[in-house]
C-alpha cells in the first residue's frame, strides 16, 4: 500500500484541537501500518515548519517521533514541500529518513505512472504566490531568517500562514478549474494518476485515461487516499476516530 495525506497543519488551532487531530491521524496510520510499504505526505504537515541550526519546535516532537517510528518499520517515507513548509532542510532526512522532493515527485508503480505536486501555485491568479515563494525559498533569505529568535521567527511564520490560508480559501473556485486543468495535462502527457493537495478539498474523479486524486485535508475533512492492489481510493477516517469508520470511493481506470 501506499499512502497519501497532506494539509494537517500542526500548530494551527488550540492545543486540544491540535491532540485530537494527532489522535485521528495516529490511529488511521496506525490503522494501515501493516499493509502500509510508503507513505507520502503531500505537504503541510505543519502550519509552520523551519528548521534552525540547532533547534526544533517542541510542540512537534511526538509528530516527529511517530515518523521516526514508521520509518523504523522499513516503511518509506516521502515528504513533498508545501506553501507551509518554509524551509526543509537536512533534519527529517538525516535524522527521520524522509526524502524530500521541493517541487514534484514521479515514480511508477505497479505499472501506473504517479505525478505527485503539493499543489501550491498551480492557479494562474496565484502568480504573486508564486513570486513570494521564490523569494521564501530563497537560501540567502532563510539563513538571515535564522538569525530571528525561534520565539520571534515563529510569530513572523504564522502571520505569513494565515495570510496563506485565507487566500487559498478565497481562490477555491478558481482553484478546481485550474487543478483539473493542469491534471488533465498531466494525464495526456502519459500518467495515470495525478496527486496533489493545497485546496483542502477531497478529490477522487476519471480525468481522460487517468485518475486526479486531490488528498483534501486534516482540519475538516479527514480525508487521505490510498493505492494497493492497482486500486486507488479516497478515504475518509471520521469521527469518532476510535470507531475506526472509513468511507471508501473506488475508481480503477
Not at 26 to 44: P, Q
Not at 77 to 87: E, P, R, T
Not at 204 to 217: A, H, K, M, Q, R
Request: aromatic letters at 14%; a neutral charge; one cysteine or more.
Amino acid at each position: 500500500m501506499i499512502f497519501f495525506f497532506s494539509d494537517t497543519h500542526f500548530g494551527l488551532g488550540t492545543p486540544q484541537d491540535q491532540i485530537a487531530r494527532r489522535d485521528r491521524l495516529f490511529a488511521c496510520l496506525d490503522h494501515h501500518l501493516e499493509r502500509m510499504k510508503t507513505l507520502v505526505i503531500m505537504g503541510d504537515l505543519f502550519d509552520f515548519w523551519f528548521e534552525w541550526k540547532h533547534v526544533i519546535l517542541k510542540k512537534h516532537f511526538r509528530i516527529l517521533c511517530k515518523l521516526t517510528d514508521i520509518r523504523s518499520r522499513g516503511i518509506e517515507i516521502h515528504y513533498l514541500a508545501g506553501n507551509h513548509d518554509f524551509a526543509l532542510s537536512r533534519f527529517l532526512q538525516d535524522e527521520i529518513g524522509a526524502v524530500i522532493h521541493m517541487e514534484t515527485h514521479e515514480f511508477v508503480s505497479g505499472g501506473k505512472r504517479f505525478h505527485l505536486f503539493h499543489g501550491d501555485g498551480l492557479s494562474p491568479a496565484d502568480w504573486g504566490y508564486r513570486a513570494l515563494r521564490k523569494v521564501f525559498r530563497n537560501p540567502v533569505n532563510q539563513k538571515l531568517y535564522a538569525w530571528f529568535h525561534p520565539d520571534v521567527g515563529l510569530e513572523l511564520a504564522h502571520l505569513s500562514s494565515r495570510t496563506s490560508r485565507n487566500h487559498t480559501g478565497r481562490r477555491w473556485d478558481v482553484d478546481g478549474v485550474a487543478y483539473r486543468d493542469a491534471a488533465t495535462k498531466k494525464i495526456t502527457e502519459g500518467f495515470d494518476y495525478v496527486i496533489y493537495a493545497h485546496t483542502h478539498e477531497p478529490l477522487l474523479e476519471i480525468v481522460e485515461s487517468g485518475v486526479y486524486v486531490n488528498t483534501g485535508d486534516w482540519l475538516k475533512h479527514n480525508s487521505y487516499a490510498t493505492f494497493e492492489d492497482g486500486v486507488m481510493t479516497l478515504k475518509y477516517w471520521e469521527k469518532p476516530w476510535l470507531e475506526r469508520c472509513e468511507k471508501e470511493y473506488i475508481l480503477n481506470p
